[in-house]
């Protein structure tokens, strides 16, 4: 099946420092790729949606200045939490949809851990 | 707004009994339905993904059903094994944004020896 990785797998920094999450599409094409965010025993939840070449797209709730989301091409997206605070450690997920594909198959990385001290 | 339930939140079996995961959502005008398996501190594998068209796929001792109508989904794993533990994740699809999930919030399963 279609292969999505994240880097890093996990990260701690310090309270105040930005932090960069990659994600990549491995053997397929992704137009557009879908950030989200998992809180302990919490389901997931949608960030913000990614469009290769456009601005992101954010849900209710989301700070566009503090979640900074780039998707300059068709394999690579990335979120960069900017200025961190404690509150913002949680389990970050990215997605991906083949492009041309009009299943609605998403297919999921392996996350990244943030630890913000 | 879409909301999605999963019934029970955890349940624990011995090895080898089949199982029944529920999913129910609450907008019934979905463009798919995808289960996922999600190990602790892991990303999410996708095992069964059910069109609104369709109302089962199979995988190896995995079935999953859907009634649209009813808003409900159910997930049936047969000859339940340890390595089957792991937390079990609905998505609904409504289609408007392919690939824009939903998610319940998971039932979690152990599977003991």
Same mark, same amino acid.
């Given at each position: 099946?279609?292969?999505?990785s994240?880097?890093?797998?996990?990260?701690?920094?310090? %309270?105040?420092t930005?932090?960069?999450? !990659?994600?990549?599409?491995?053997?397929?094409?992704?137009?557009?790729?879908?950030?989200?965010?998992?809180?302990?025993?919490?389901?997931?939840?949608?960030?913000?949606?990614?469009n290769?070449?456009?601005?992101?797209?954010?849900?209710?709730?989301? !700070?566009?200045?503090?979640?900074?989301?780039?998707?300059?091409?068709? $394999?690579? %997206? $990335?979120?960069?939490? $900017?200025?961190?605070?404690?509150?913002?450690?949680?389990?970050?997920?990215?997605?991906?949809?083949?492009?041309?594909?009009?299943?609605?198959?998403?297919?999921f990385?392996?996350?990244?851990?943030?630890?913000v001290l | 707004?879409?909301?999605?339930?999963? +019934?029970?939140?955890?349940?624990?079996?011995?090895?080898?009994?089949?199982?029944?995961?529920?999913?129910?959502?609450? &907008?019934?005008?979905?463009?798919n339905?995808?289960?996922f398996?999600q &190990?602790p501190?892991?990303?999410?594998?996708?095992?069964?993904? +059910?069109?609104?068209?369709?109302?089962?796929?199979?995988?190896?001792?995995?079935?999953?059903?859907?009634?649209?109508?009813?808003?409900?989904?159910?997930?049936?794993?047969?000859?339940?094994?340890?390595? &089957?533990?792991?937390?079990?994740?609905?998505?609904?699809?409504?289609?408007?944004?392919?690939?824009?999930?939903?998610f319940?919030?998971?039932?979690q399963?152990?599977?003991?020896?």
């Amino acid at each position: 099946g279609a292969v999505v990785s994240q880097h890093p797998s996990w990260v701690i920094c310090k %309270s105040g420092t930005s932090v960069k999450i !990659e994600c990549r599409s491995l053997d397929f094409q992704a137009t557009t790729m879908f950030w989200y965010r998992q809180f302990p025993k919490q389901s997931l939840m949608l960030m913000a949606t990614s469009n290769e070449g456009s601005k992101a797209t954010y849900e209710q709730g989301v !700070e566009k200045d503090k979640f900074l989301i780039n998707h300059a091409s068709l $394999t690579l %997206s $990335t979120l960069t939490v $900017t200025s961190a605070h404690p509150e913002d450690s949680s389990f970050y997920i990215c997605s991906a949809r083949a492009t041309g594909a009009n299943t609605g198959e998403l297919f999921f990385g392996e996350g990244s851990r943030l630890t913000v001290l | 707004k879409q909301e999605v339930t999963q +019934i029970p939140a955890a349940l624990s079996v011995p090895e080898g009994e089949n199982l029944v995961l529920n999913c129910s959502f609450t &907008d019934s005008a979905i463009y798919n339905l995808q289960w996922f398996r999600q &190990d602790p501190g892991k990303g999410l594998t996708s095992l069964l993904l +059910i069109q609104s068209s369709q109302r089962e796929q199979t995988s190896g001792r995995l079935n999953a059903s859907l009634d649209k109508s009813s808003g409900r989904s159910t997930l049936y794993i047969a000859a339940s094994q340890p390595g &089957d533990s792991a937390t079990y994740l609905c998505a609904v699809n409504r289609g408007s944004t392919l690939g824009r999930l939903y998610f319940g919030r998971g039932t979690q399963l152990t599977v003991w020896p």
